[in-house]
């Protein structure tokens, strides 16, 4: 009996895991010297603590966006109400939620990003919000927007 528990456990786990293989930087130097690195946007996650926690458990934990995410963008997380981060990394993160227009949280913003000179400039490509629509439809609207024709 435990050899067949153990081999059905083993079976099944790869399905339990889910998500668990989604890395996401959290500080915007690392993820903007892959990006350039890799030739990839990014995928900034603008949250807060307290926020509806939809996008992150009905997109963000699901094997598709998962799959989607390793192929298309560096993901970067950039929590507004950390209380670990530093004075400048708060000023900083809030610069940046300025600077591209967010007013809602939780939002997505996808930018490319380019380093000339040791200067970083961004380019704005769009704002995505969590949509009761599944993460078909979410990934579906990210690429309109990562590859508008």
Known sequence: MPKKLLIL????????????NVIWKTDINDAVAVSAEKRKPLLIFFTAQGVNP???NEIFSTRDFEEWARKNVILLKLDLSDPTASETVK???????????????PQVCFSEVAVRKGKTSFNKLGLIAYKASGVKNWISESNSILNPE
């Open 9 to 20: 456990l083993l079976f099944l786990s790869p399905f339990c895991m889910n998500s668990q």
């Open 54 to 56: 939809q996008l992150q």
């Open 91 to 105: 000023e900083q993160n809030l610069r940046l939620k300025n600077a591209f227009g967010i007013e809602d949280i």
